[in-house]
């Protein structure tokens, strides 16, 4: 501005022109600031209106200027190293704001990048497979992608597990095998530069089943080809584990197959 100016916000809720009782902030000349120029910072919720009056600090200062306006992304879970730990369950969320963090995949759908994204972390609660969708539960065109979640943020091509953007009917839908107890990354976003919105994304787990006790093949069945099994892998041990011979899934194949198969 050529001028000594003054700015006041206020929250566009009430009578025009607005009170005392509106006014969220206000400037006069800022620090730092040349010219005698003035400067607001406040923290704002998205879709909240506000309004902005600018000014002169006396009945002479006026003039011409330009008005500039930024907003700061503030979005908790933007970067893969602030991920939300998220277990079953549907978890709302909101893009808008969110820059892009991760990586584009060549396997994935379109150019392979989710855009605009926002991140979650799972842990699984048994071996099975992960669903995550947001199935007709966002109001812009979706893209979703899912990790093992290790010390490297954003993950790689390496730890990529499975990602989709437009499913079947629906919007995005990711499966994905999961082993009790790992940690997973979920990478929410939208199919192009700018997609971006509200919605809700949900996270099933469809647990494998027990093994079977004595079932030293993984057969299904009982029967003498397990002690052939435990007799051929006798003295393995799994570490803590389990593997082929292994009847009573404790980690090693010794003479308590035997008896487990009997």
């Known amino acids: 501005v050529n001028f000594d100016s003054v700015i006041v916000m206020y929250t566009d809720g009430g009578g025009h022109p607005p009170s005392n009782a509106q006014q969220v902030a206000c400037n006069d000349d800022s620090q730092g ?3 005698f120029s003035s400067y ?4 704002v919720t998205a879709n909240t209106p506000f309004l902005i009056r600018v000014g002169g600090w006396d009945a002479n200062s006026r003039g011409t200027g330009t008005l500039f306006i930024g907003l700061l992304s503030v979005v908790p879970n933007n970067y893969c190293s602030g991920a939300f730990d998220v277990g079953e369950g549907a ?3 909101n893009t808008n704001c969110a ?3 991760g990586v584009a995949h060549a396997g994935c759908q379109f150019d392979g990048q989710t855009y605009n994204d926002v991140w979650y972390r799972y842990t699984a609660t048994c071996t099975g497979d992960l669903t995550v969708s947001t199935c007709n539960l966002a109001d812009f065109d ?3 992608a899912i990790y093992s979640a290790t010390e490297v943020c954003p993950p790689g091509n390496d730890l990529l597990l499975g990602c989709n953007d437009d499913a079947v009917g629906c919007a995005s839908v990711v499966t ?14 939208g199919y192009q530069a700018g997609d971006a919105g509200f919605g809700a994304l949900t996270l099933g787990i469809a ?7 004595g079932d030293a093949n993984g057969d299904g069945a009982v029967n003498f080809a397990d002690i052939t099994d435990v007799l051929a892998n006798f003295g393995a041990d799994y570490g803590g584990g389990t593997g082929p011979g292994d009847a009573n899934h ?10 487990n198969v009997l």
């Open 33 to 35: 600031c040349g010219g």
């Open 40 to 43: 607001i910072s406040l923290e």
């Open 91 to 93: 978890y709302n969320f």
């Open 99 to 101: 820059d892009t963090d």
């Open 142 to 144: 979706t893209d979703l």
């Open 176 to 189: 994905v095998p999961v082993e009790n107890g790992l940690s997973y990354l979920i990478r929410v976003g």
């Open 207 to 213: 647990c494998a089943p027990p093994p079977c006790e």
């Open 250 to 259: 404790d980690g090693m194949v010794n003479f308590a197959d035997i008896t």
